[in-house]
């Protein structure tokens, strides 16, 4: 059975600042893993899809790494803003679950102006 | 414009009632799902059509029951809602990398509250 952690729970920083969001699952056989935001009362955004066979994926201020082996994934935000604040999730698809994505429960991000 | 649009975006109803929740894709995926986000906002899988074809169904009780008449919708119909069924569930659609498994991006409406009084 797959499970995803998210730590930390909650994060609290100031504007500007770069920060580090940490996703690990237990089983590496997977496909790709996905991490999402998603804002108050809204559904979820996608911000970076890795596929198993990568490394990184970058998208403006957001790089995504997968280290498949040690069933880890960070999520590195470059000078955060405000606008950032909201909950990230991350989602892994295994090898042998067919479509399903086991979603982590969530890093809840705020940053200060 | 809208990817994956889902209604109503609200339900409040009675405990015993049936309701439905409607999806709609124009992304072309062949892929749907329901996913149900409870109190504590875990995500969790309910159901996945691809093709119109019924290929994930979790531990759902029976009285949820979805329908896929194209690939591009897939409803969810509710009967006799009782109070813990009270979640925001979010349909979201993905394409095929080929084949059975699904190796593409998952995209997600913007969520259905539903409230059982």
């Known amino acids: 059975k797959q499970e995803v952690t998210q730590i930390p729970a909650a994060l609290s920083v100031p504007e500007g600042e770069n920060l580090v969001l940490n996703c690990s699952f237990t089983?590496?056989?997977?496909?790709?893993l996905q991490w999402f935001r998603q804002d108050p009362g809204k559904g979820l955004t996608s911000l970076l899809l890795?596929?198993?066979?990568?490394r990184e994926q970058t998208s403006g201020r957001l790089n995504a790494s997968l280290d498949k082996s040690s069933g880890r994934s960070t999520l590195y935000i470059a000078a955060s803003q405000p606008g950032d604040s909201a909950t990230y999730l991350c989602?892994?698809?295994?090898?042998?679950?067919?479509?399903?994505?086991?979603f982590g429960e969530g890093t809840q991000l705020t940053v200060n102006p | 414009d809208t990817a994956v649009s889902q209604t109503p975006k609200y339900l409040v109803t009675q405990m015993g009632n049936d309701k439905s929740i409607k999806c709609e894709q124009n992304?072309?995926?062949?892929?749907m799902y329901w996913y149900k986000q409870d109190s504590k906002k875990f995500l969790k899988i309910m159901f996945s059509y691809n093709n119109k074809e019924l290929i994930i169904n979790e531990t759902v009780p029976n009285r949820f029951s979805p329908k896929s008449p194209d690939k591009a919708h897939l409803n969810l119909h509710i009967n006799s809602l009782e109070l813990g069924d009270s979640a925001v569930y979010f349909c979201?659609?993905?394409?095929?990398?080929?084949?059975?498994?699904?190796?593409?991006?998952?995209?997600f409406g913007e969520g259905s509250r539903l409230t059982v009084l």
């Open positions: 979201a659609s993905s394409g095929t990398g080929g084949g059975f498994v699904i190796t593409g991006e998952l995209f």
């Open positions: 989602a892994v698809k295994r090898v042998t679950s067919g479509s399903r994505l086991t």
């Open positions: 890795i596929q198993s066979s990568q």
């Open positions: 089983d590496s056989a997977i496909y790709n």
């Open positions: 992304l072309g995926h062949d892929t």
